[in-house]
Structure formats: structure tokens, C-alpha cells
T-cell receptor, first 114, second 113 residues
Framework: DVKVTQSSRYLVKRTGEKVFLECVQD?????MFWYRQDPGLGLRLIYF???????EKGDIPEGYSVSREKKERFSLILESASTNQTSMYLC?????????????FGPGTRLTVT | TQLLEQSPQFLSIQEGENLTVYCNSS?????LQWYRQEPGEGPVLLVT?????EVKKLKRLTFQFGDARKDSSLHITAAQPGDTGLYLC?????????????FGTGTLLAVQP
């Protein structure tokens, strides 16, 4: 059974703190993604990675960075958290290649920045 | 930037009713997926449609990909409370963009018993 896990389900941080969100997948997928989900806006892509140490900006990368040192792990970093980064953060993974269209999602981390 | 608009944004119906959710774009996609997300969980894939005009059925759910590959619809027959959730469509681009998905704005469905 495929699995994507995220380090925390709920997180409360203060403005200006550095925040780390961790994601681990056990499917040996090449691609991993970080999204944020806000009501009425759907899922917006922050960053994705197609290989170890490789990353590409998504649609809303400002204020975020990522790290992928191992194939199974993809971290999202908020360098200095701000209240407008309060959101649901979803991690996903996907295999590359023919038929590899499906993205598998973790349960999400609901981050509140006060 | 490619955009996928879903309608309606919210839908509250009684058990047994039929409904249709629409997903529209001005962009062409190589494939289109539908996901359902339940509260407190991540989205889960329901179906992928790849060919223009394709129709796929999943029990009481019928999915259609538009002939021009710019739009899709999800029809639910005889809705049940278990169908409650957020429905998201997502389109994939061509070539190197197939790894990324563009997600729709979502349709929140509530089926009352």
C-alpha cells in the first residue's frame, strides 16, 4: 500500500520563526511536490523536485525553500514565517514515465502562524 | 498561467439526487484527473482520462473528457452521504510539463441523508 507521510498534522508557529515541514514517501517515486491549499483557490504548487538535489519553482515559491537530500524525503522550509502563510500544506509524490500520472498525497499539515 | 475553473463551488443536495460538476479551461491538457478529498485527509485519485471525448464510469460516477481536451465533467447518479467531500480536477501539460498538475478551484459537495 502506497504511503506518503507528513511530520505533523497540526503546527502553530510565531511570526518570524523558521519552520520545517517534512514529507516521506515509501514508493521510490522520482517526483515530489509541495502544495498549499486555501479555500476557493484549490491547490497551488509551491515547489517540486524531480530527482535528489533537484528542484523547480512552482507558482508561488516566494517565502519558501525546499531540500531533497534523499529520494524518499522532501522538506519545505519557511525561512521566516508570516501570518499569510497560515494554510494547509500538502505533500505529494509521483512516478515518472508512461502511466505515471497519479499523484499520491499525504494527509496534510495545517499550519497556523500567529 | 493555466487555470482550471470548477463549477459550482458549493453544492448541497439530498440523498438520491443527481449532480454534475464542471471543470473548464482555455488550455489544452494531455490528461485530466479527478480527485476527492475528505476532511483532514489529502486528495485521493478517482480517475484519469487521457483521450479527448473519453468517458469513464466508476460505479455511480461518470467522468467525461471534452473533445478538445480543455474541459471535463463529473456526474454522480443517486448521490449518497458517502460522496460528501471536496472534488478537484487537475490537468497535466505536455512534454516536460506532464509531471506537474494544474488543480482546479474545487467543488465542495455535501449530501444530506
Amino acid at each position: 500500500d502506497v504511503k506518503v507521510t507528513q511530520s505533523s498534522r497540526y503546527l502553530v508557529k510565531r511570526t518570524g520563526e523558521k519552520v520545517f515541514l517534512e514529507c516521506v514517501q515509501d514508493m521510490d517515486h522520482e517526483n515530489m511536490f509541495w502544495y498549499r491549499q486555501d479555500p476557493g483557490l484549490g491547490l497551488r504548487l509551491i515547489y517540486f523536485s524531480y530527482d535528489v538535489k533537484m528542484k523547480e519553482k512552482g507558482d508561488i515559491p516566494e517565502g519558501y525553500s525546499v531540500s531533497r537530500e534523499k529520494k524518499e524525503r522532501f522538506s519545505l522550509i519557511l525561512e521566516s514565517a508570516s501570518t499569510n502563510q497560515t494554510s494547509m500544506y500538502l505533500c505529494a509524490s509521483k512516478k515518472t514515465g508512461a502511466g505515471g500520472y497519479e499523484q499520491y498525497f499525504g494527509p496534510g499539515t495545517r499550519l497556523t502562524v500567529t | 498561467t493555466q487555470l482550471l475553473e470548477q463549477s459550482p463551488q458549493f453544492l448541497s443536495i439530498q440523498e438520491g439526487e443527481n449532480l454534475t460538476v464542471y471543470c473548464n479551461s482555455s488550455s489544452v491538457f494531455s490528461s485530466l484527473q479527478w480527485y476527492r478529498q475528505e476532511p483532514g485527509e489529502g486528495p485521493v485519485l478517482l480517475v484519469t482520462v487521457v483521450t479527448g471525448g473519453e468517458v469513464k464510469k466508476l460505479k455511480r460516477l461518470t467522468f467525461q473528457f471534452g473533445d478538445a481536451r480543455k474541459d471535463s465533467s463529473l456526474h454522480i447518479t443517486a448521490a449518497q452521504p458517502g460522496d460528501t467531500g471536496l472534488y478537484l480536477c487537475a490537468g497535466a501539460g505536455y512534454g516536460g510539463a506532464t509531471n506537474k498538475l494544474i488543480f482546479g478551484t474545487g467543488t465542495l459537495l455535501a449530501v444530506q441523508p
